[in-house]
Structures are given as C-alpha cells and as structure tokens.
C-alpha cells in the first residue's frame, strides 16, 4: 500500500514540479493532506477486501462436502455407504421341436406326450424377461460390525401362476431381499429375508447372495440342481479361515399330488379314487391376504430346517469348494376333524474345483429326500392316501458339469442332470391312490387328441444333456456386450400303468445376448 501512495505522489510531482517552486508552504501541507487521506481510503477498502477474502476461505473450509463420493474402488458412496449396482439387459431366442408355451426356459414336467397336440409343434419365440437388476449397500457400522443389503428382480413372474413354492415368483419378481450382519471379530454372520435356500450349492462358503448355478441360458437351469429362494433367517459361523457351519429357518412349502388339486389320478377300469370333501391339503385365496383367489397355498406350521457346513481348503493356486447339507421338513395336513403329521429328513452335497487354474472348472451335486419343491422338473412333495394321511415322494437328483475358459472372452460349457422318484401309492380294494400308481390309465398316452383321463403319465425321471457357449463381444467404459448359445436334450419318463409307461423328448435351442451397463 505504502509503495502505490510513493507512486501516485511522485507522478504528481512529477507533473506539476515547475510550478511548485512558486507555491507557497501552505499549498504543499494541503495537498499533503490530501494524499494521506486517500492513502487511509485505500488501506481501509484493502482491509475490507481481506477480511471479505478470509470469509470465503471459511466459508470453504467448513462447507459440507456432498452427499455423493466416489469410493476408491469405483462404487458410489453416500454418508459411508458404498453401493454396488449389477445385472443385465437380455434378449434371449428359443426354439424347441415340442411346444411348451413358455418363453423363458422349460418345464420339464410338462414336456408334452404324443396325446397332446403340443407334442408335433414346435415354437420359436423371443423374450426379455430374463432381465435383471441388483444393488449391494455396504457399511461398516463400527470397526467389527459390517451391514450389507442386497435386493434383484427380474421380470419371469406370473400373475395368475405367483405363488411360495420354489422361486416366490410375485409381481414384480423379487428375487432376493436380504439384510447381513457380519461381525468380523466373532466369525458370526446373520442374515434374514429372501434370499438362496441354504441347501443350493454356493459357490464359496455360505454365500447367501451367489448360488453356483449352471451357466446356461435355460432360466430352469439343468434337472439335478436344487434352486429356490425363500424368505427366512440364516445364521452361520466361521470356523477357521477354510470351513464355515450354517443353519437356516426358511418359509415352508408343500407341493401336493392328491388333494384338492391335482386329481389323484385316472384308473383304467374301476371306480374312481376320491379323496374326501373334508380332507384340507391347501387354502384357495387365504383370507384377508395378498395372495392370488386363484391360487393354492399349502398349510405348514414348522419352517424348513437345514443345517450345512462347507469347507473351502487352499491347495496352493487351485480352488476347491466342498459342501454337505441336511434338510428338516413337516407336511401337514386336516381329515374328519384330525391333523395328519409326516416328517422328513432329506441330504445331500456339492462340490467343485479348478482343475486347471484359471481355465478349467468342474462342479458335480448329489441330493435325496422329499426335495420336490426344490427340483427343476418339478416333481410334487408328497401324495395323499384316501384316508387323508400323506406319503413323502423320495426324489434322487444328480448333476455334473463343467466350464472351459478357452480365452478371456470364450467360454465352453457342457451339463448332464437327472431327477427321479418312486412310485408311491395306495389302494383301497381296487380304487388306486397316489403317484405312480401302475392301476392309473396311460392308455391314450400315444394317441393325439385323446381324453385327458386317458393319459395319467405320471412323471418317473427327467434326464438332460446340455452344452453351450458365452463369447464376451465387447468391453469397456460403458459396459460389456456378451452372446452366448445353448443346445439341450431333454427326456421325460413316465412310470409304467395300465396302457405302459410313455415318454417324451425335447430338443431346445436357446441363443442369448446380454449388455451388462455396470
């Protein structure tokens, strides 16, 4: 400041210099004056600026940040939650040589017999259903305690057809739902919502979220592999860095053959079997509820009980992953003013390798017990004799498969399952009950059009053989491109009745395309 007031006197000297030598002293003092008056004006207007200046940095100092940071990994925070975003957008092509009215995958258990008119149709449809959406919401509540929600849907649901049984397929159909708690300190880890039952095979530890699921285009996955989502509570526990012990409560279920619906089946000859009026298996339309007039919703009162343990050793740089499983279920049901009871305990297991790292996976799953609910045909749970006491179906499902990773982008694949039971029946003199049932009428299995009274066909066993391929066709900045295309064999066997056992067969041809935007 002292140095700009220099300037500005010396350039007015500088001006009037001659002239002052007849000016006299007063003069000077006055102009003197002047100029320090306009040196404090300026002091006073640069103090005023500084001190306006030391606000702003204030101001900046202390200003909120926003809500919204990217976190160091690329995922979007806000207020210390970080959020993961996943799934696709899918357009996938089917064509199969039986029509099966569905344009999403299959059904095995309704590949049609020679009787329907779908057995000599085939289809060919396009569908965007399978697309998917996730979000992950991460937080450390304290140095030892980590939360996590997780919530996908997709669009496979069916209004009329929603129901609890295998994938609570509601509109729109969530997928899973779930909150975790883990404390990191303890090993313990609680989940609850809706989420994989606890015996589909993970694909490390107790992953509640990622089930190893085939990687097929079929959306029914492969016959052999167990996958349902359920609400309930999880609770599992490590155990060392390698092995991992779970045990879940989950909402039960029961698909019933006899009943109120379907029919208990057709003799050939002799009286129909009819199960009484007051036997009650299912609720149509549950008072008071959200759930469809149209549909069924068994009675349970004991939740689905598993416990599991897997186990997942370093064997230097090949993966392994090893898991067992057992399975508690209750059926119930009323009969002329009585309750009937049956229990079961059904098991099983999975496991899965790197067989050349990095290149080469395989994955192999066994299971047994009254597991209908769970499987991809579907098969029912259990039967109901005439006096409205119930039979549980056994079922046996195997699956084998395995991934070669040719390159980077290419992906080969190849599965074979199979699901199969026994028949379980009754009879009360001549009048047959039950599934599987050799009085039941399979005489118009092999004649199109004929009577559906005629053809029974109670499903015995579903075989498949599969292979297909995904190609990663682009990837980068904004997302990823992948195409892919399957090639399954499907059998369908029915147990042997009065007219012999028929079967069926389908070929399937699915191709796929799949932009992952995140």
């Keep these: 400041m002292r140095v700009l007031t220099g300037i500005l006197l010396g350039g007015i000297l500088l001006v009037a210099g001659p002239a002052w030598a007849d000016d006299d002293a007063s003069e000077l003092r006055a102009l003197k004056a002047r100029l320090k008056q306009l040196e404090q004006r300026m002091e006073s207007q640069a103090r005023k600026q500084e001190v306006q200046a030391a606000r702003v940095d204030a101001q900046i100092a202390t200003k909120a940040p926003s809500p919204f940071d990217p976190c160091a990994s690329g995922k979007l925070c806000y207020k210390g939650v970080s959020f993961t975003f996943g799934g696709w957008i899918d357009l996938t092509g089917i064509y199969r040589s039986r029509n099966l009215a569905s344009d999403t995958g299959s059904v095995f258990n309704f590949i049609p017999f020679p009787q329907s008119k779908n057995y000599n149709t085939g289809e060919q449809r396009f569908s965007a259903r399978q697309t998917r959406f996730s979000m992950l919401a991460e937080a450390d509540a304290t140095a030892n305690t980590h939360i996590a929600g997780f919530g996908e849907i997709d669009f496979e649901g069916a209004a009329q057809t929603a129901n609890s049984v295998a994938t609570n397929s509601y509109n729109p159909r969530l997928r899973q739902a779930s909150i975790e708690i883990d404390r990191t300190d303890l090993g313990l880890h609680v989940l609850a919502g809706q989420s994989w039952s606890l015996n589909t095979p993970s694909k490390a530890g107790i992953d509640p979220r990622v089930a190893e699921t085939p990687g097929v285009i079929d959306f029914?996955?492969?016959?052999?592999?167990?996958?349902?989502?359920?609400?309930?509570?999880?609770?599992?526990?490590?155990?060392?860095?390698?092995?991992?012990?779970?045990?879940?409560?989950?909402?039960?279920?029961?698909?019933?053959?006899?009943?109120?619906?379907?029919?208990?089946?057709?003799?050939?000859?002799?009286?129909?079997?009819?199960?009484?009026?007051?036997?009650?298996?299912?609720?149509?339309?549950?008072?008071?509820?959200?759930?469809?007039?149209?549909?069924?919703?068994?009675?349970?009162?004991?939740?689905?009980?598993?416990?599991?343990?897997?186990?997942?050793p370093r064997l230097g740089p090949y993966r392994l992953h090893v898991e067992g499983w057992a399975e508690y279920r209750d059926f119930y049901d009323r009969f002329n003013f009585a309750n009937h009871d049956v229990n079961t305990v059904s098991f099983g297991g999975h496991l899965s390798a790197e067989i050349v790292p990095k290149t080469l996976d395989v994955q192999a799953s066994a299971s047994y017990g009254a597991l209908g609910r769970f499987t991809a045909t579907p098969?029912?749970?259990?039967?109901?004799?005439?006096?409205?006491?119930?039979?549980?179906?056994?079922?046996?499902?195997?699956?084998?498969?395995?991934?070669?990773?040719?390159?980077?982008?290419?992906?080969?694949?190849?599965?074979?399952?199979?699901?199969?039971?026994?028949?379980?029946?009754?009879?009360?003199?001549?009048?047959?009950?039950?599934?599987?049932?050799?009085?039941?009428?399979?005489?118009?299995?092999?004649?199109?059009?004929?009577?559906?009274?005629?053809?029974?066909?109670?499903?015995?066993?579903?075989?498949?053989?599969?292979?297909?391929?995904y190609d990663t066709i682009f990837k980068g900045a904004y997302g990823t491109i992948k195409a892919g295309a399957q090639y399954s064999y499907t059998q369908r066997f029915a147990f042997s009745g009065v007219g012999g056992a028929p079967k069926s067969d389908d070929h399937i041809i699915m191709t796929q395309i799949r932009y992952y935007p995140f």
């Design 379 to 469: 098969f029912p749970d259990v039967t109901v004799r005439q006096d409205g006491s119930i039979q549980p179906l056994p079922i046996t499902a195997f699956l084998v498969g395995t991934v070669w990773h040719t390159t980077p982008s290419l992906d080969l694949y190849a599965y074979a399952g199979l699901e199969k039971t026994k028949a379980t029946f009754s009879d009360v003199g001549t009048v047959p009950f039950g599934y599987g049932n050799p009085l039941y009428n399979n005489l118009g299995c092999n004649t199109e059009n004929s009577p559906a009274a005629t053809c029974n066909g109670n499903t015995s066993e579903v075989r498949q053989y599969t292979a297909g391929f």
């Design 220 to 312: 029914e996955l492969v016959p052999g592999f167990l996958g349902a989502r359920q609400p309930g509570v999880r609770v599992w526990q490590d155990i060392g860095p390698e092995f991992k012990l779970a045990v879940s409560a989950e909402n039960p279920q029961t698909s019933f053959f006899g009943g109120n619906t379907p029919l208990v089946g057709t003799p050939a000859a002799g009286p129909q079997g009819v199960l009484n009026p007051n036997l009650l298996v299912n609720l149509t339309g549950p008072g008071g509820s959200f759930f469809n007039n149209a549909n069924n919703v068994s009675l349970n009162h004991i939740p689905d009980l598993t416990v599991k343990a897997a186990w997942d």
